[in-house]
């Protein structure tokens, strides 16, 4: 059974740093991995979407590495602002469903 | 075009009702997937639709849960018999086919009093 762990859980950072939010799972068995953000009491929005032979994808700031044979992924926040303020979730897809970490939580102070 | 809507936003019932929460999918996406997230936890599976049939039901957690999608379409989540600890924000998410971009709808806050 795939199980995916992010750390941190929490995280504060002043404005204007690059930051960095650690994913890590289990089973390399998978057709892609993505990075979501979601806001206080919404849904979620996907950020990046890494294909199992992809090693990285760049969205703006943002950067998401895929390392299958250690199982890590990585999220690169260049720059970081309040409004990057929300919880960030991986997420490993084997096909039929996805299967979430438990988040970290971004606060970026002005 | 739009995206994945979900009705109704909030649901508050008694222990022991039943309830329905529905998706609407983006237009055209054959997957259809539901999944329930409780405070402070990242979503899990609950089922997977391929069509209007379930290829994965696996992560709905006994018998009182069941959902259809009859058209292809329209997806409808049912709780039977609900209890305290089905509170949840139950989200479905759409696909254009196996394995691709999942698309999440804002999700329906249950609470069952």
């Known amino acids: 059974k795939q199980e995916v762990t992010q750390i941190p859980a929490a995280l504060s950072v002043p404005e204007g740093e690059n930051l960095v939010l650690n994913c890590s799972f289990t089973?390399?068995?998978?057709?892609?991995l993505q990075w979501f953000r979601q806001d206080p009491g919404k849904g979620l929005t996907s950020l990046l979407l890494?294909?199992?032979?992809?090693r990285e994808q760049t969205s703006g700031r943002l950067n998401a590495s895929l390392d299958k044979s250690s199982g890590r992924s990585t999220l690169y926040i260049a720059a970081s602002q309040p409004g990057d303020s929300a919880t960030y979730l991986c997420?490993?897809?084997?096909?039929?469903?996805?299967?979430f970490g438990g988040g970290t939580r971004l606060m970026v102070k002005p | 075009g739009a995206g994945v809507s979900q009705t109704p936003s909030n649901k508050v019932t008694e222990k022991g009702k039943y309830v329905e929460l529905r998706c609407d999918p983006i237009s055209g996406h054959t997957a259809l997937y539901w999944y329930r997230q409780s405070l402070g936890q990242g979503p899990e599976f609950l089922i997977y639709?391929?069509?209007?049939?379930?290829?994965?039901d696996s992560g709905l957690p006994n018998d009182r849960f069941f959902a259809v999608r009859p058209e292809g379409s329209v997806s409808t989540l049912k709780i039977q018999r609900t209890e305290r600890g089905d509170s949840a924000v139950y989200l479905c998410?759409?696909?254009?086919?196996?394995?691709?971009?999942?698309?999440f709808g804002p999700g329906t806050r249950l609470t069952v009093l």
């Open positions: 089973d390399s068995a998978i057709y892609n």
């Open positions: 997420a490993l897809n084997a096909g039929n469903m996805l299967t």
């Open positions: 639709f391929q069509g209007t049939g379930a290829a994965d």
């Open positions: 890494i294909q199992s032979s992809q």
């Open positions: 998410a759409s696909s254009s086919r196996h394995a691709d971009t999942q698309y």
